[in-house]
């Protein structure tokens, strides 16, 4: 396996956890209902990111489209998470950010 190679499976495994962080995180504040949209980005994030992981550790030939989807995914859960006022949505938009550039060069 090559350094990019292991680089990419890293942001979309780390993206997906940090996903699931901030939807649990979300879930505990106190209004709740305002994070609903930030809860549904996150949940579909880390869902398309770990089957993107997984055709990817496959070399699956469908790989390339998948990342194409996951990219924009990813780029609208971080653009989300940016706009809010917690340390756990700017930690999961960061994670996002990275699974974002390796979909996008991997698409290309």
């Known amino acids: 396996m090559t350094d990019s ?4 499976l890293t942001a ?13 995180a ?15 980005e996150t949940i579909d994030c880390a869902e398309i990111c770990r089957v993107t992981s997984a055709l990817l550790a496959r070399s699956s030939d ?6 194409r989807a996951c990219a924009e995914v990813c780029a609208r859960c971080a653009a989300h998470c940016e ?12 994670a996002c ?10 698409a290309a």
């Open 12 to 24: 979309l495994n780390d993206c997906a956890t940090y996903c699931d962080l901030c939807t649990s």
């Open 5 to 8: 190679f292991n680089a990419s």
């Open 26 to 40: 979300c879930l505990r504040e106190r209004e709740v209902e305002k994070l609903a949209h930030c809860i549904r």
């Open 83 to 94: 706009g809010l006022d917690y340390d756990h949505c700017r930690a999961c938009a960061r």
């Open 62 to 67: 469908s790989v390339r489209d998948l990342c």
């Open 97 to 106: 950010r990275r699974a974002q550039e390796e979909c996008e060069a991997i």
